[in-house]
């Protein structure tokens, strides 16, 4: 094995890879360095490359380019790869939808293949729209039917016991559709404390409901067993319903399911129901993706982005994703067939709030949102561009007849999708950098890890720039103990130029966060992950306004989250998952 250089990490980032990330042995010994972690990570993925080519030094080219991105931090795959490239396990995707038809053998079937793909590290997305109503006939027993809020309960407890396999808290999203009799039901169901920890919600909802929403007109009901009508509802009072629970505990957000249909890559192969725990992708029954990010902050040199090496990196990371798909191992055929035959992968990026800082620009600004369509529109087609090549060399993804890439445009194309913008929870903290495409939370920051370890730091940007500034080291002493008892800068006395730059989540206006959100979704396939949060004094009506803007926006879903409010998110921006 080649000596390694030490890899620069941040003493949080060694906690969190020596928490749960590092092989251990039997003894629950740690038995491997972050380096050969990466090391090990990088010779798993390059042994993909020798199903392409006869040159025999080829996977070691590419282990050796693959390891030097990770330990430059330039790029970091999702976490279930970092954990389990090169183990027995050896199964690397984050993301998973999967089927739940209206019959207990669909259902618990799907139970046994969500505690698989939890114990590797997986999260899953489900739509529980298929299922009868509550109430409804039960022909074998001539009894009632318990509806969908009942059997995601089931889901919900089965993630408590399985704890993804101890290295992560269990992620699932539960959908249900408007038009679904239970929907009220549905979007209550978080408003007690304590319930459904395990899950995020989301109402699925339809054009034909905003239509009915803006023309005031009575909405359907439908059972889906049968397509019967159940009832008519007033659309307002549905959407008030979902605002008010959203305001109050975070939960449901909202997906706009035939946003996300109209730009399903693959519509030969079926709809769109569903997507993964956290939003960013919406996947096909059975389908699965694998996420990468890469960490905008490296690719800042002076204050100016350094477009050629940011080009280079995308390239060879989304080779790097390709080759993921090829050495995957999933935990059901069935997964394995539909993630083969449309070779989704979502390369996206984290540390955009500290990228920001470093190129000058408030996150507040105008000119924050003009630098995330010019930096996420490269990111889009230098990788379309690196998936065409690799399907030169490899062929197209089986589904491409019949898909949208099917044109004269585009006759290569690898994967049905290149792009998603992931939270980054955990590889954020890895990086040293801010998470996904999200605001600074705080200055000075205290985290609790799964284990109960408290990491606490303050902004590394933010003692740079003080230090920049020629403040003595008394005066920063100073400054930094009034920012530990505040967390943020508003209230303190510091140049305003200061202030503007580490401008915090709860300070920055909702209209700026979607506007983020939509620069980023604009050129992204698949979605993006972000929360909108809004100052405790904001309004039902603030949330029902985001959510009409956000539609009209095009985006593919919206969450908010109040401050102070009592909802718990399952995943915390921050790693405390
Ligand atoms: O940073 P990391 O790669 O660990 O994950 P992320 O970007 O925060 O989340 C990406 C996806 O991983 C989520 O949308 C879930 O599908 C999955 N996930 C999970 O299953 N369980 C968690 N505790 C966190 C994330």
Partial sequence: MKRRKRINLRESAL???RQRYLLKNDKNEIIETPEELFERVAKAVASAEANFSKDPYICEKYAEKFYEMMANLDFLPNSPTLMNAGCPLGQLSACFVLPIEDSLDSIFETLKYTALIHKSGGGTGFSFSKIRPKGDIVASTQGVASGPLSF???FDSATEAIKQGGKRRGANMGILRIDHPDIEEFILAKRNENTLTNFNLSVAITDQFMSALEKKEKFPLINPRNKKVVRYVDPEEIFFLIAESAWETGDPGVIF????????????LGEIEATNPCGEQPLLPFESCNLGSINLTNFVKDGKIDWELLKETIHLAVRFLDDVIEINRFPVPQIDKITRLTRKIGLGVMGFADFLIKLNISYSEPSAIEIAKKIMKFINEESI?????????????PAYPGSIWDNPETPFMRNATTTTIAPTGSISLIAGVSSGIEPLFGIYYERKT?????IKEFHPLFIEILERENFSENEIESILEEVKEKGILRDMKLPEKIKRLFVTTYEIAPE???AIQSAFQKYTHNAVSKTINLPKEATVEDVKNIYLKAYKLGLKGV???????KGEQVIYIGGSE
């Fill in 15 to 17: 906690i969190i890879l």
């Fill in 152 to 154: 995601i309960k089931v």
């Fill in 257 to 268: 399911i035939d946003t996300i249909n109209k730009y399903n890559p693959t519509p030969h």
């Fill in 385 to 397: 561009k690196a998936s065409y090549e690799l399907a030169k060399e490899r062929g197209n993804f």
């Fill in 450 to 454: 799964l284990e109960n370890v408290f």
């Fill in 512 to 514: 700026q966060h979607l």
């Fill in 559 to 565: 969450t908010v989250f109040r401050y102070g409010s």
